[in-house]
T-cell receptor, first 111, second 117 residues
């Protein structure tokens, strides 16, 4: 079956950049996503990238996609304490209205 | 009203109880989902109701039973659960168009935290 793998934990200092990495196995993925889950809350879509793109920038967020290596990353510039959350990588395939999620990466931002 | 509302937020039940989780979406979407979130595991898709069809993950035990009476409401009926079923159960909704690529924007509720004793 399809797998989405992420590291479980990342710790950075406020003001630094954070890079969260993800690998996936499904070569037919059409969209790849980053969701954010704050404590006590459900998941919220942060950004997504279509599989024929290799980069997408949205304010402090930069998504990089290496389709050959099936590697996705999320870079958060000038990380703030409010960015502390769990970040989930997910993918979907054409024709399926469901997502496959990773285990999530807990980002801890210290002052 | 928030987009996707789940009740109860917390539930403690014994293994012989019967209970239900409820989800309501106010976004006019036509697809609803149940996901299970356990520590250190990927989010697990349990059930999908999309375009009036039900899709289920065959690995979900029969002690979990979904019900979707209309496009705005979704239930998860729980019966004879096990302690390993303790988890956060997340409901989500989306808009799905026939023949169109799914853009993957799911709108999640805050979850129902279930503890089975």
């Amino acid at each position: 079956g399809e797998d989405v793998e992420q590291s479980l934990f990342l710790s950075v200092r406020e003001g630094d950049s954070s890079v969260i990495n993800c690998t996936y196995t499904d070569s037919s993925s059409t969209y790849l996503y980053w969701y954010k889950q704050e404590p006590g809350a459900g998941l919220q879509l942060l950004t997504y990238i279509f599989s024929n793109m290799d980069m997408k920038q949205d304010q402090r967020l930069t998504v990089l996609l290496n389709k050959k290596d099936k590697h996705l990353s999320l870079r958060i510039a000038d990380t703030q304490t409010g960015d502390s959350a769990i970040y989930f990588c997910a993918e979907s395939s054409y024709g399926y209205s469901t997502l496959t999620f990773g285990k999530g990466t807990m980002l801890l931002v210290s002052p | 009203e928030t987009g996707v509302t789940q009740t109860p937020r917390h539930l403690v039940m014994g293994m012989t109880n019967k209970k239900s989780l409820k989800c309501e979406q106010h976004l006019g979407h036509n697809a609803m989902y149940w996901y299970k979130q356990s520590a250190k595991k990927p989010l697990e898709l349990m059930f999908v109701y999309s375009l009036e069809e039900r899709v289920e993950n065959n690995s979900v035990p029969s002690r979990f039973s979904p019900e979707c009476p209309n496009s705005s409401h979704l239930f998860l009926h729980l019966h004879t659960l096990q302690p390993e079923d303790s988890a956060l159960y997340l409901c989500a909704s989306s808009q799905v168009e026939l023949g169109a690529t799914f853009t993957g924007e799911l709108f999640f509720g805050e979850g129902s935290r279930l503890t089975v004793l």
